[in-house]
Antibody, heavy 121, light 108 residues
Framework: QVTLKESGPVLVKPTETLTLTCTVS??????????VSWIRQSPGKALEWLAH???????SYRTSLKSRLTISKDTSNSQVVLVMTNMDPVDTGAYYC?????????????WGQGTLVTVSS | SYVVTQPPSVSVAPGQTARITCGGD??????VHWYQQKPGQAPMLVVY???DRPSGIPERFSGSNSGNTATLTISRVEAEDEADYYC???????????FGPGTKVTVL
């Protein structure tokens, strides 16, 4: 059974750094063609892709946020970590991790439940 | 960067057919995926690679893609289909995953 679960702080202050962890089960982060993305959603807004890490550790970032984002993975602990620096109230929202198994033609087939992050002083 | 468009809302009576479009430059040459998101829930993949359905998704959900428009069709709409629907493509030139702005489907 494939599951993904996000964890991290509920509240962060402006200018602080956010660290989110996605813990996966039912598959390995080293499985061929498996990748994990972070996707966020501000309240009442659309989904916004942030970053992706592939099975061979290739990384990609949303251009507008590239300077603030770092994605990494710990295969032995089945975790993908997203670090976002210099948090701002506009970064408030739900943060999801999601899996792609295969190439770009497969879509995000499994999602975590999401974790809500509020940025406020 | 690649931009996709969706109508903000679609309304449909129960038992009728809902069609949700996703527009983009030559999107017919891309692989389009569709997600359903109900309030307070994570998105769920309902159609991938233009027209394939993951296991467990009802046959009422179908997709097509040609030219500058991809379409998600929901046949015999039920009350439980009321949700936000997002299309998504992968932009190969930048290795970015692009989501549409979403369409709210209301079942009358």
């Amino acid at each position: 059974q494939v599951t993904l679960k996000e964890s991290g702080p509920v509240l962060v202050k402006p200018t602080e750094t956010l660290t989110l962890t996605c813990t996966v089960s039912g598959f390995s982060l080293s499985d061929a063609s498996v990748g994990v993305s972070w996707i966020r959603q501000s309240p009442g807004k659309a989904l916004e892709w942030l970053a992706h890490i592939s099975s061979n550790d290739e990384k990609s970032y949303r251009t507008s946020l590239k300077s603030r984002l770092t994605i990494s993975k710990d295969t032995s602990n089945s975790q993908v970590v997203l670090v976002m620096t210099n948090m701002d109230p506009v970064d408030t929202g739900a943060y999801y991790c999601a899996r792609i198994s295969g190439d770009y033609r497969t879509g995000f087939d499994y999602w975590g439940q999401g974790t809500l992050v509020t940025v406020s002083s | 960067s690649y931009v996709v468009t969706q109508p903000p809302s679609v309304s449909v009576a129960p038992g009728q057919t809902a069609r949700i479009t996703c527009g983009g430059d030559n999107i017919g040459s891309e692989s389009v995926h569709w997600y359903q998101q109900k309030p307070g829930q994570a998105p769920m993949l309902v159609v991938y690679d233009d027209s394939d359905r993951p296991s467990g998704i009802p046959e009422r959900f179908s997709g097509s893609n040609s030219g500058n428009t991809a379409t998600l069709t929901i046949s015999r709409v039920e009350a439980e289909d009321e949700a936000d629907y997002y299309c998504q493509v992968w932009e190969s030139s930048s290795d970015h995953y692009v989501f549409g702005p979403g369409t709210k489907v209301t079942v009358l």
